[in-house]
């Protein structure tokens, strides 16, 4: 019904930039929160950060002051920008998302399908 496809990882330098992006599609009557995950190698998927439909943000502390979290609503779509980038940021993004579908006007959560990122020199 719902569907998120990122884009936008892949590998790149340590103290570098990359942008991802996370498009929603499907049978969306309204969405409400938006965020970031990401799964390293052997440890547990954590938040990165969130946004809320009225543009609140927040932040895991490991990324505070690097990444920053944004949507727009007229796209469906989140955009999660890293600077700074570090070796230890190395893992699987996932896009979350609290979509309230045109059917049922209840609200699900969808994942997408992941999109890795490498930090490596």
């Known amino acids: 019904q719902v569907q998120l496809v990122e884009s936008g990882g892949g590998l790149v330098q340590p103290g570098g930039s990359l942008r991802l992006s996370c498009a929603a599609s499907?049978?969306?009557?309204?969405?409400?929160?938006m965020g970031w995950y990401r799964q390293a190698p052997g440890k547990e998927r954590e938040l990165v950060a969130t946004?809320?439909?009225?543009?609140?943000?927040g932040y895991a502390d490991s990324v505070k002051g690097r990444f920053t979290i944004s949507r727009d609503n007229a796209k469906n779509t989140v955009y999660l920008q890293m600077n700074s980038l570090k070796p230890e940021d190395t893992a699987v993004y996932y896009c979350?998302?609290?979509?309230?579908?045109?059917?049922?006007?209840?609200?699900?959560?969808?994942w997408g399908q992941g999109t890795p990122v490498t930090v490596s020199s």
């Open positions: 946004i809320t439909s009225s543009g609140t943000t």
């Open positions: 979350n998302a609290r979509v309230v579908i045109t059917t049922t006007r209840l609200d699900y959560e969808y």
């Open positions: 499907g049978s969306i009557f309204r969405i409400n929160a």
